[in-house]
């Protein structure tokens, strides 16, 4: 089945060391996004990737950038990870092949801890 | 920008009853509107998603109602089963953008 994979599921890290959360699709989506969702709030857009093009939300840290090597990974670098930071990390993908809208589709999530 | 509101943020309903979930956004240039249901430690998964030259849509117990003039959604499930129990977000989406604006989430308990 064509999916969204993200690794690990959970990661526990510690305060300002450096961590790599990653994600994979095989549905050969051009347009890949990085979310953060914290508890019962809704997911926040960190950046995506419009091909291989890296837009960055206004209101993202510093501390939080992307790769995307090729068209199914894409990783999450979060470069000193505070307490603040502990949340689940949503990657998602989308086409933008022949709609004017595209649908979103999500991975299972990466949930984050910080010591 | 785009804001999206959603009601009620918590909602308690008996097995084999009516859900009704609302959502307001005011950007009319919005024009794809997809409702996410997420479970506890899952992902978002999209169940239903309506585009802006339809005011209805539906699935099986689910559907969606479309009010462009008001710029209001809503989600209705019918015939509700424990299983419907999570959080649902709506969002929106102007055309060719590549973002949604999410709603704040609904979370919905079927009581049995």
């Known amino acids: 089945d064509a999916m969204v994979i993200q690794n690990p599921r959970y990661q526990v890290t510690q305060f300002g060391k450096p961590v790599t959360l990653s994600c994979s699709q095989t549905?050969?989506?051009?347009?890949m996004y990085w979310y953060q969702q914290k508890s019962s709030q809704a997911p926040k857009l960190l950046f995506h990737?419009?091909?291989?093009?890296?837009?960055n939300e206004a209101d993202t840290p510093d501390n939080f950038q992307s790769r995307r090597p090729n068209t199914s990974f894409c990783f999450l670098d979060i470069r000193s990870p505070g307490l603040g930071d502990a949340a689940m990390y949503l990657c998602?993908?989308?086409?933008?092949?022949?709609?004017?809208?595209?649908?979103?589709?999500f991975g299972p999530g990466t949930r984050l801890t910080v010591t | 920008g785009e804001n999206v509101e959603q009601h009620p943020s918590t909602l308690s309903v008996q097995e084999g009853d009516s859900a009704v979930i609302k959502c307001t956004y005011s950007d009319s240039a919005s024009n794809y509107f997809p409702w996410y249901k997420q479970e506890l430690g899952k992902g978002p998964q999209l169940i239903i998603d309506i585009r802006s030259n339809v005011g209805e849509k539906k699935d099986q117990r689910i559907a969606v109602t479309l009010n462009k003039t008001a710029k209001h959604f809503s989600l209705h499930i019918t015939e509700t089963q424990p299983e419907d129990s999570a959080v649902y977000f709506c969002a929106a989406s102007t055309p060719y953008g590549q973002n949604f604006v999410f709603g704040p989430g609904t979370r919905l308990s079927v009581l049995p």
């Open positions: 990737y419009y091909d291989k093009d890296f837009n």
């Open positions: 998602a993908t989308s086409s933008s092949a022949g709609a004017l809208s595209y649908e979103q589709y």
């Open positions: 549905l050969n989506h051009n347009v």
